[in-house]
């Protein structure tokens, strides 16, 4: 089976290798000849430059405008499908947005999943991800292999284009909250002179605890900001989350005050670095040292 991943970032890389693990005939797309490098594997620029007759193009792109660039735009994707070949669809986006790229396929006879992921890089790399996806019958059929190669579950949403969307909006609200909480937490901890190891520990051991905590002041811990998920990915998710409830006519104070704070980081010149540090905004404020920094505690991976 011809595929091909469309953005080898942290997820996209991820995703490709493990496709390509599971047997699949893998082309990894990406403008950054250094991505496609680390891919290491038969890699493109564009979607023009695939081989023809792809069946399954999954799109791993950072939004809604650079999946429809990469896949409908001048040298883009579409055309290398076979006909009946399935677009599988894996970027953020809005609901009305994934319903207009699948009417796009749609109306060049291809199929098309809409197929938000959640997991991180290590899930991606490990094939595991969880897939948040809605389409027809048959795009579902034709995704499995790829699905099977990447997914640890796959949440089959219904029918419609829009509603895997949706659902990872609602999504992007937990994470970007749960982030920024975990931030102010450590922040506190950190303010009140407490041993930032001995509060992570503490607090994965009992009822405070959640995965984000977990995970993401494990960087902070390591004092390494590099962006497996850069800040200014929630200041467009949780942009997303204020445009679907205004929608919705539903009030989101949390992701409000959670938007502001990767706004702030962003601010600061830091959103391009690791959103488990939108921790500096609270230190901007308050002065602490961060692990690693003078001042502050040994930087080290958690146990």
Not at 39 to 48: M, S
Not at 248 to 267: G, I, T
Request: net charge negative; glycine share 14%; charged share 15%.
């Amino acid at each position: 089976m011809k595929t091909a991943v469309i953005g080898l970032g942290s997820m996209g890389g991820g995703v490709a290798a493990s496709a390509l693990r599971a047997g699949l005939d893998v082309t990894g797309v990406d403008p950054s000849e250094a991505a496609r490098q680390r891919f290491g594997n038969r890699a493109v620029a564009r979607g023009a430059d695939l081989d023809a007759g792809q069946d399954v193009v999954l799109v791993l792109t950072v939004n809604a405008a650079q999946a429809g660039a990469a896949l409908f735009g001048e040298g883009g994707a579409a055309a290398r499908l076979t006909p009946g070949g399935v677009v599988v669809c894996s970027a953020t986006m809005a609901p009305g947005d994934a319903r207009k790229l699948a009417a796009e396929a749609e109306a060049m006879g291809l199929l098309y999943l809409d197929a938000p992921v959640s997991g991180g890089a290590v899930a991606a790399r490990e094939g595991r991800m969880t897939v948040m996806a809605s389409g027809s019958e048959a795009a579902f059929t034709a995704a499995k292999p790829m699905l099977d190669a990447v997914a640890g579950r796959v949440w089959n949403l219904g029918a419609e284009p829009g509603q895997g969307a949706a659902m990872k909006v609602v999504h992007q609200l937990l994470a970007g909250v749960h982030i920024a909480a975990a931030a102010e937490a450590m922040a506190l901890a950190l303010r009140a002179g407490l041993d930032p190891h001995t509060v992570y520990g503490v607090v994965n051991d009992a009822a405070g605890a959640s995965w984000m905590f977990k995970n993401r002041m494990a960087h902070v811990l390591a004092g390494d900001d590099t962006p497996l998920s850069a800040g200014d990915i929630f200041v467009k998710d949780l942009g997303l989350v204020e445009a679907m409830a205004r929608e919705a006519s539903l009030p989101v104070p949390l992701a409000a005050q959670a938007l502001q704070l990767f706004v702030a980081q962003r601010a600061m010149g830091q959103g391009g670095r690791d959103d488990a540090f939108v921790l500096r905004v609270w230190q901007a404020i308050a002065g602490f040292a961060l692990p690693g920094e003078p001042g502050g505690a040994e930087a080290r991976k958690p146990d």
